[in-house]
């Protein structure tokens, strides 16, 4: 595979534009060679976890959504979920998160729809941008994803020494 095709598939795997207009036209070697080092413009590390959530429009002033408990992409900045409903890009939704742990971390926040998709499965997915978020709410999500990561690279790291035994 080419520089330039590995690019292009790490484009399309990272929801990057296919554009070839930034990326050094040397189309031999690898990607080291070609100057070219991906980069996830995210302000954000983010992570895929199990929580438990609700959500509701911010027209509706009122706490209408139930609970349920999927996977989400989080970050500090924002979050994808599965939604039941219709909605639409720029429209705004209270989110109430719950961060498992020892002593479960509700945070409730604003969040603004900028991109809606089909996921696995054929379910409706959102992702939101966190608009109204404290310092120190934000601070809980960061310390709660990275908290995650590291219990999964401790699990990734038991999987593979028991592999290798």
Known sequence: MSALQKILQWNSNYGQASSCENVPMKTSGNLA???????????????????????????????????????????????????SEPLHVEESLWIELVLPGEKPDVVTCLGRIVRLFDGENDER?????????????????????????????????RVAHIAHS
Do not use: M
């Not at 027209?59 to 979050?79: E, F, M, P, W, Y």
């Not at 709660?144 to 999964?152: H, N, S, V, Y």
């Open 33 to 83: 060679q070609s100057g070219f080092e991906p980069r996830d413009d995210r302000e954000f590390f983010r992570i895929d976890v199990e929580i438990t959530l609700r959500y509701w429009p911010l027209v509706s002033g009122v706490r209408t959504g139930r609970a349920s408990h999927q996977k989400v992409n989080l970050s500090g900045g924002g979050i994808r979920l599965v939604v």
């Open 125 to 157: 997915q959102a992702a939101l941008e966190f608009v109204k978020l404290t310092a120190r709410e934000q601070d809980r999500i960061i310390a709660f994803c990275l908290a995650e990561q590291r219990k999964q690279l401790r699990r990734k790291v």
